[in-house]
Nanobody, 125 residues
Framework: QVQLVESGGGLVQAGASLRLSCAAS????????MGWFRQAQAPGKEREFV??????????SYSDSVKGRFTISRDNAKNTAYLQMNSLKPEDTAVYYC????????????????WGQGTQVTVSS
């Protein structure tokens, strides 16, 4: 089992950058594919895929809405995954969650076994 704790969220202006961190407990971090998802605080908004990274870190994938602006990475020695977010837009405002998958790093939230509690990112215009 792994516990995930996100940090790094906050309130920024459009165009700014933030880096989110996801610290994982346990010694088997490199056996998990990692993903970042977000959920806007509005009725009917579902959890949305943002980015994913393979166990080794060599494979990454992104949603079209963040491609070219966000970068996912991981440091297996530090048991931490990151999401570097540049050129932030008001539509990026959401609670951001990291997740760990025993199967594969996927865009589907149903492939993930463990979730963090989330960190709020708010981008003002």
């Amino acid at each position: 089992q792994v516990q995930l704790v996100e940090s790094g969220g906050g309130l920024v202006q459009a165009g700014a950058s933030l880096r989110l961190s996801c610290a994982a407990s346990g010694r088997t971090f490199d056996t998990y594919g990692m993903g970042w998802f977000r959920q806007a605080q509005a009725p009917g908004k579902e959890r949305e895929f943002v980015a994913a990274i393979s166990r080794s870190g060599r494979g990454t994938s992104y949603s079209d809405s963040v491609k070219g602006r966000f970068t996912i990475s991981r440091d297996n020695a530090k048991n931490t995954a990151y999401l570097q977010m540049n050129s932030l837009k008001p539509e990026d405002t959401a609670v951001y969650y990291c997740a760990a998958s025993l199967r594969t790093a996927s865009s589907s939230p149903y492939q993930y076994d463990y979730w963090g509690q989330g960190t709020q990112v708010t981008v003002s215009s």
